[in-house]
């Protein structure tokens, strides 16, 4: 196996309306309505913009592809229902395999106007599919000052159980965004699925012809690897630790309507179970004001308690540690720097095949046409 050297990449700019224009319509030549398309689109852009190459357009696509609109586990123009419910500032909706994304974003909005009234909104989602990169729309909230909260259960059981051998966890990830604009200029946003890593890196190694930077998953036989090619599972993070939170993944999901993680994503193999393949989301938004008790030391604001906490922190001969969001706000400066969205060569390989699969004009992304940029 080739192993490249990525130390100093030189990367092709694409403009966030040429990478949303090709994206929506491989979305809706695969049938999803326009404002799917637009928000699947959207998302992406902020997933690539923030450097997030391991849930960009090509691993939602290809998720589609696999899992989604190509097998029936998503529904092109499904419409979401809202379960009658007598608590205020919860709903519940069951997403009838609507879009991942498109839910998210409905989802982070709802929660936010519940939070405006209330203090903190939440939204539980059944029958849902895949929303990929769930710090995007945590991060979106905390910009705008809120406080959020979002997991998931993954499409598949990718995960042995701490001291196991097969799969039968998601990569289950948690999000979080804190509004510390003010402190840092950017919010803190701690992102994670709780295998040591993605299984989208997994294949992103593989397209580059990396090894992993440890033994993160494990072989056919259970035994751990760092070859990307032998992966047949992943280990959860930090041990019982990881394993514990993506156990409250399936614990939630299950509370939603959720079903057995090792059948989800796969019909054929839960076909005459009754039992159900779709996904749960969980998200939350509360208001910072709903949760400041109002005496702050020497006279602050709460938001400047907020930034005395974090200089704390990163004081005290601390100045060079990061915060959680500060890779993906440089990783935002560095495509600002660029001018757009940055690709590897691989990843423009394979945006040209999407726009061959949707037979859009792909003489754009060829790549004499392109500016690069190197880091």
Same mark, same amino acid.
């Given at each position: 196996m080739h192993i490249k050297d990525m130390s100093n990449p030189e990367y092709f700019v694409v403009s966030r309306e040429q990478h949303e224009d090709l994206v929506g319509a491989a979305y809706q030549h695969r049938g999803y309505e326009e404002d799917e398309a637009a928000a699947a689109a959207r998302m992406c852009s902020e997933a690539s913009w923030h450097g997030i190459r391991t849930h960009n357009a090509l691993k939602a696509l290809h998720l589609d592809e696999l899992f989604g609109s190509g097998t029936g586990g998503c529904v092109p123009g499904a419409e979401i229902e809202v379960i009658?419910?007598?608590?205020?500032?919860?709903?519940?909706?069951?997403? %009838?395999?609507?879009? =991942?994304?498109?839910?998210?974003?409905?989802?982070?909005?709802?929660?936010?106007?519940?939070?405006?009234?209330?203090?903190?909104?939440?939204?539980?989602?059944?029958?849902?599919? %895949?929303?990929?990169? =769930?710090?995007?729309?945590?991060?979106?909230?905390?910009?705008?000052?809120?406080?959020a909260y979002t997991n998931c259960t993954s499409t598949l059981a990718e995960v042995v159980p701490f001291g196991g051998k097969f799969p039968t966890l998601g990569t289950n990830p948690h999000s979080w965004g804190f509004p510390t604009m003010d402190a840092v200029g950017y919010p803190v946003v701690i992102d994670w699925a709780t295998s040591e890593i993605a299984m989208g890196k997994v294949e992103q190694y593989k397209r580059e012809g990396k090894k992993l930077e440890s033994s993160f998953g494990v072989d056919e036989n259970g035994n751990p690897t760092d070859d990307p090619f032998a992966v047949k599972a992943l280990l959860p993070f930090g041990r019982h630790k990881g394993y514990g939170l993506g156990l409250l993944n399936e614990l939630y999901g299950g509370a939603i309507g959720g079903s057995i993680p090792t059948l989800r994503g796969r019909a054929a193999k839960a076909e005459g179970t009754g039992e159900k393949t779709t996904c749960a989301f969980y998200f939350q938004v509360i208001h910072p004001d709903a949760i400041s008790a109002g005496d702050f030391s020497n006279g602050r604001s709460q938001a400047e308690n907020i930034?005395?906490?974090?200089?704390?922190?990163?004081? %005290?001969?601390?100045?060079?540690?990061?915060?959680?969001?500060?890779?993906?706000?440089?990783?935002?400066?560095?495509?600002?720097?660029?001018?757009?969205?940055?690709?590897?060569?691989?990843?423009?390989?394979?945006?040209?095949?999407?726009?061959?699969?949707?037979?859009?004009?792909?003489?754009?992304?060829?790549?004499?046409?392109?500016?690069?940029?190197?880091?």
């Open positions: 009658e419910s007598r608590f205020s500032a919860v709903q519940t909706w069951n997403a %009838h395999r609507k879009l =991942g994304q498109a839910v998210a974003c409905e989802a982070i909005e709802t929660c936010i106007r519940l939070a405006d009234e209330y203090g903190s909104g939440t939204v539980a989602i059944d029958n849902a599919f %895949h929303y990929l990169w =769930g710090g995007g729309y945590v991060m979106d909230a905390a910009k705008r000052g809120y406080i930034t005395a906490v974090v200089k704390d922190v990163l004081g %005290h001969g601390n100045d060079a540690c990061m915060l959680p969001g500060t890779i993906e706000a440089n990783s935002g400066k560095l495509s600002e720097k660029a001018g757009g969205l940055l690709f590897t060569e691989a990843e423009i390989g394979g945006f040209i095949e999407l726009a061959q699969e949707c037979k859009f004009d792909a003489s754009a992304w060829k790549q004499d046409s392109l500016p690069t940029f190197s880091s």
